[in-house]
């Protein structure tokens, strides 16, 4: 059975979390911009991100049903609970040292050279794009996957920490949750991509800029309290 512990205010609440990091939302204008002006056309950069998302919400489910089964295989639920518990406790205290001291000293942010990299393939894209269109899409797709796997280190947090609630229980019973979570994940990746569909796409960068701090210090609050939570449910039964 998944314990009490673990409630759907809970499964969104970390969902919404890990989907608010100016981390996520950083790279994803930045596609957004690169799509409307490499392809020229709303629909076509309104495709391409919905590909994107679901490709993010495929890639990330995936990753998920792996490290949930592995987990629960090897027996090494407690080990992980654990683990989980202390790094979200550890990423919250980063997530709000950069809310008052943004960028100085230890940041979570994706793998190093990772940011030159998206650069590098969205040059190549804008390529293909030009000699080849229909293929422009296949790579949009890839770079979805390539997305999730680097931004790893500033978002994983929260995953990790539901995941470990989840491993305390059923595996099949965790499918349920395991979905939910990653839908919620993806719903402000819509919103943000109906926003830029409707030429706002500048706005929300300026946005992001404006208000990155106060993302980092809700999302670290959140993962603190997380992990005390964790900690907590687990001693005292």
């Not at 796409?201 to 670290?220: D, S, V, Y």
Request: hydrophobic share 55%; proline share 3%; charged share 10%.
């Amino acid at each position: 059975m998944i314990g009490e512990s673990l409630t759907i205010g809970l499964i969104i609440g970390a969902a919404l979390a890990d989907s608010i990091n100016p981390c996520v939302f950083g790279v994803l204008i930045f596609l957004l911009l690169f799509m409307t002006k490499v392809f020229k056309n709303k629909n076509r950069m309104l495709l391409g991100g919905i590909l994107y998302s679901l490709v993010v919400y495929t890639t990330y489910l995936a990753l998920g049903f792996g490290i949930l089964k592995i987990t629960v295989s090897v027996g090494f639920a407690n080990g992980f609970y654990w683990a989980a518990s202390i790094i979200a406790i550890l990423a919250g205290l980063i997530e709000i040292k950069d809310f008052f001291w943004y960028g100085k000293g230890f940041t979570l942010q994706m793998f190093p050279r990772a940011s030159k990299r998206l650069k590098f393939y969205t040059k190549k894209i804008a390529v293909v794009q030009k000699k080849t269109p229909s293929l422009s899409l296949i790579f949009i797709a890839l770079l979805g996957i390539f997305v999730v796997l680097v931004e790893l280190p500033c978002t994983g947090a929260p995953y990790f920490a539901i995941l470990a609630l989840l491993a305390k229980g059923n595996y099949t019973q965790a499918i349920p949750y395991l979905l939910l979570y990653n839908f919620i994940f993806i719903v402000p990746l819509f919103v943000i991509i109906i926003i830029a569909y409707f030429g706002r796409g500048k706005n929300l960068q300026a946005w992001k800029e404006k208000h990155k701090g106060l993302m980092r210090l809700g999302i670290g609050t959140f993962l603190i309290g997380l992990g005390i939570f964790m900690i907590y449910s687990i001693t005292s039964f």
